[in-house]
């Protein structure tokens, strides 16, 4: 299935995320596949962003055309990428993985109760909620037939006016696999990836594989968390970005080392955060004016520069061109 061409895509990004070399010994192992998952799923989001927005110019958002796509994004990171694929794919399947026993039957149980049949049900249930049926999937089948993303006569407006990204990943997934049947694995995948970034926090708190795992059970008890991992809103998703807006400060915050790393990906949560759910700019908004006055406060004028420099550019690529659609067409 053409489909398989995404995961491979996330798999190569994560493998190439994945800092197996990396000089500093204070993360383990676990810290670094979860975080290169995080990055991984956020390049994925990315380049679905960007297949839509440049086929959509030409009105070629069409399956031949997101096809080739992918298999350039998958053929660059390879090129560019290929020795350290090669090294960490032997770092990452033959490291041995210390968990006490206790917490390893508890996260056994964990994914045998509740992610194996949240999956499962995320597959084989096809989106039915009122959301879904109004707006989420129509929009979808609109851009197919149009062969772009933009506004279209309707009398549902949330269909041409809502953010739209969720909805962007769900149509790449759409056309390669040719049916629906996926859609509902974007918020599910979202689930997994808050689970990640969540106790990623807790991990560069200083709090332990314990308490990760009662934030863990925590989180897999909010009725919200567990009925929105099985359809195609955009909660989720817009909270994983804002969580891992949140990671990425608190990892600029704590040391200098890959703060250009940390920035890029900090810049993209906020703005794939905001093209989900506009909304997530005013929780977001604090938190900027701080990561900002850390950034002065450290006197590096060269990380300053970069920064708001990237954010310009991301703010330009990935926010200016719906913004200035909407005002265009309302």
């Not at 962003?49 to 055309?65: D, P, R, T, V």
């Not at 549902?156 to 859609?183: H, K, M």
């Not at 807790?202 to 009925?227: N, V």
């Amino acid at each position: 299935m053409y489909i398989l061409l995404i995961l491979l895509a996330f798999i190569l990004l994560s493998l190439s995320f994945f800092e197996s070399d990396s000089i500093s010994n204070e993360h383990s192992y676990l810290f670094k596949i979860r975080l290169a998952t995080i990055k991984a799923f956020i390049g994925i989001a990315f380049f679905s962003y960007i297949i839509c927005e440049i086929l959509s110019l030409f009105n070629k958002f069409s399956f031949n055309y997101v096809l080739i796509s992918w298999i350039l994004i998958n053929g660059i990171i390879i090129y560019f990428n290929r020795e350290k694929t090669k090294i960490n794919v032997f770092s990452i399947f033959f490291q041995e993985v210390i968990i006490p026993k206790k917490e390893k039957n508890i996260l056994f149980l964990i994914f045998f109760l509740i992610i194996l049949p949240l999956l499962l049900l995320a597959i084989f249930i096809p989106p039915n909620n009122w959301d879904s049926m109004a707006y989420h999937l129509p929009r979808i089948e609109h851009w197919i037939q149009n062969k772009n993303i933009y506004s279209y006569p309707t009398n549902i407006v949330r269909q041409v006016l809502t953010s739209p990204l969720s909805e962007y990943i769900i149509a790449n997934f759409q056309i390669l696999a040719g049916t629906d049947a996926f859609s509902n694995l974007v918020q599910f995948a979202s689930f997994i990836f808050i689970l990640f970034s969540a106790t990623l926090i807790f991990s560069i708190l200083k709090i332990g594989a314990k308490g990760q795992l009662f934030l863990l059970l925590a989180l897999l008890s909010l009725p919200m968390m567990l009925f929105q991992a099985t359809t195609t809103q955009t909660d989720l998703l817009a909270s994983f970005f804002f969580i891992s807006f949140i990671l990425f400060a608190l990892l600029i915050i704590q040391t200098e080392a890959n703060f250009k790393t940390n920035f890029i990906f900090l810049a993209l949560s906020l703005s794939l955060g905001i093209l989900t759910k506009y909304h997530i700019a005013i929780f977001a908004a604090p938190i900027v004016f701080y990561v900002l006055f850390e950034l002065i406060k450290k006197k590096n004028n060269k990380n300053t520069i970069f920064a708001f420099l990237f954010s310009c550019l991301t703010i330009a690529i990935i926010l200016v061109p719906l913004f200035a659609r909407n005002i265009y067409f309302f």
